[in-house]
DNA sequence: TATTTTTTGGCAATCGATTGCCAACTTAAA
DNA sequence: TTTAAGTTGGCAATCGATTGCCAAAAAATA
């Protein structure tokens, strides 16, 4: 023993964590007797395991969750990647993640992104190492391969898709139905006589946007509106892109009477903001409806009509597929798809009627 | 071997991670050389350090962490305890100690107390229970002891509390200069004339919310103003809470002509609606300050005048505390104490000069 | 009382990486 | 050529809980 840790020793309490063993050699019984009486194993005598049960206790006994880990193969910990942790959506999806899985006894590593792909694949391969139970994944907006998902389970790890997900990978799923939430905005602004909807597009490698963009579509199929290119506009997903946008749109000789801002609440602040800007009235001249009723549409004014995508409750979601699929089902069961229907929250900004 | 492991191995590819031993076989050198070769030891020849690395590369060999961990006794993970991971603050302090934590090759394990004492203590366990290398801790406001702390330091692993933090205990720290921003918040409200301000407080059990009302007297001392108990509402850390103490003070025969609301933004929210509401106009007859800057406090009509608090570098201070004073250096240094200053931003709801 | 069944509990291998110690080998110096 | 110093790499113990297998003991049955 190298003299530094004996003077150590001295100076400090030993403070060696209790193990088995210990309770064990103090008993005067076997190990596997100690870990089956804390398992909770019925191969144990009840007197007995009462017995080890106290001392452990006086003992000060804490389990050692690494040997446990590496002897069971798994480390009841779930690994979520996502774009970015403070972001009103995400962090409420951690945070009814970690609702379901503290009672659980599961612990949570989060990861984020920072949407750039290179760093999602870091972190997925970080999780694959750590061996956890289950990955939970929302992908990156910046393109690339989707090889490390499949990587996940080649390891024959679990793997939940949730909200931005690849669509050919065959993976649990938990989705908003983004395409009839948006129909049913664009449904909504033109029964409120809005004639020229604009568009605010995302990223179209993101399926969520595409989805979104059909939904925009399909509404105005439906209801007998003409599709216009000039009205659809591409990567306006920041603030900053659909201020921009916005300007470009209200200044066109023949401009829109509505902008949905399909990518998020922050394009259709930006939005707001320009309008205001120009003089323009919402939502007596102009409709603005957003996406993912982050707090803030509730103040501004007028306030924002936006979709509300039951974040909190979609992390719950998303941890009890976990626990009642998956957590010790085969590897190889079907994988389950599930939806959640977004709910259109009308507010002053759409309101002309 | 049960047969039923058996026939899985059949129907599908083993897939057994290769481990050291596998590639040790495979070139005919000892496992110990791999584990060498692996980190990067000097102890191996650089030839053979090299097969090694390429063999380990073609066979897909992962570390398997758990194993590592146990041998080392650590696990290169920080947990982290908040009041609620879906709070701007909050998400903003892990998304930048993730930042840092991330580049150094270490897991945050996150969860939340919900400002439960009890839920706190569970968590802490669980922690402890995990053999973390760190945690990091920003307290709930249920009242209640700090044994589980003391626990955490007994078990020999680092502490380090943010934001709202048991004074008493000698731990690491990082936190705001919560006095000195109130004073200058309420120093900056005299300045603009304003003469009767009102305060909401937080629970006094905090020390942050303590600190801030020390703030607020400080400044009316200093310039000479009356200390007025009846414009001190305490405990009112909603917006609910806020509405209704506001709705009280406004009503009074000679209500208060500026009211900090020293909670968070959330409560100046609530002031300024109550506000609106009767018809109060903002800033002229009535000055808010609010804490925390919300995102939503820019875009309010009248924007707030709110206190920053870098969360997001605060989480990277924590983070970078913990490798460079921490990480390696014995148990028993002195520890620190980091105290940033928080930045007033001045903004329309307090301007009528 | 003899035999079978059921409880109870110990032994020892296992999970996979790490590391102190020592041996073999290489290189340099005498 | 001999000795000393420096490299390289293998052996085996270790981290602590878990679990299959087997044996001893107790209980139930014949």
Redesign the pocket.
């Known amino acids: 023993m190298p003299k530094n840790i004996c003077i150590f020793e001295i100076m400090k309490t030993p403070q060696k ?1 209790t ?3 210990d309770i064990a050699k103090k008993l005067n ?5 100690v ?2 009486a ?2 909770n194993s ?5 007197a ?1 395991k009462a017995l080890i049960l106290k001392t452990a206790a006086e003992m000060n006994y804490q ?2 969750v690494m ?2 880990n ?4 798994s480390n009841r910990t779930i690994g979520v990647v996502v774009p970015r942790i403070n972001q009103g959506y995400f962090s409420n999806i951690i945070a009814g993640m970690e609702d379901i899985t503290y009672n659980k006894g599961y612990n949570l590593i989060i990861c984020q992104s920072n949407e750039l792909h290179s760093r999602e694949v870091d972190c997925v391969n970080a999780l694959i190492n750590q061996h956890v139970n289950c990955i939970v994944i929302s992908i990156a907006a910046e393109q690339g391969g989707h090889e490390h998902l499949q990587q996940v389970l080649d390891h024959r790890i679990r793997l939940i898709q949730f909200d931005r997900v690849v669509d050919e990978l065959e993976t649990f799923k938990v989705i908003n139905d983004n395409e009839r939430a948006s129909s049913e905005a664009v449904s909504h602004l033109i029964q409120q006589g809005y004639q020229r909807i604009a568009l605010l597009e995302g990223p179209q490698n993101l399926d969520i946007f595409r989805q979104r963009k059909e939904g925009y579509l399909s509404a105005l199929r439906k209801h007998g509106l003409p599709v216009l290119e000039e009205l659809m506009c591409e990567n306006a997903w920041t603030k900053e892109l659909s201020a921009e946008a916005t300007r470009k749109l209200l200044e066109m000789k023949n401009p829109p009477d509505a902008i949905f801002a399909s990518t998020s609440d922050f394009s259709a602040l930006g939005v707001l903001e320009v309008a205001t800007q120009m003089g323009i009235s919402v939502p007596e001249q102009l409709g603005i409806c957003g996406y993912s009723n982050e707090p803030f549409t509730e103040i501004t004014s007028p306030s924002i009509t936006t979709i509300d995508q039951y974040s909190f409750s979609m992390g719950k979601t998303i941890a009890n597929l976990f626990f009642q699929e998956m957590e010790v089902a085969d590897l190889h069961i079907e994988p389950k798809i599930m939806s959640i229907k977004p709910k259109l929250l009308v507010r002053k900004s759409t309101q002309r009627l």
Do not use: C, D, E
Request: proline share 4%; glycine share 4%; net charge positive.
């Open positions: 964590r193990t088995i063993y019984i076997a190990a596997s007797s870990s089956r804390l398992s019925s191969k144990v005598n009840p007995t389990q050692n040997a446990s590496l002897r069971k193969g």
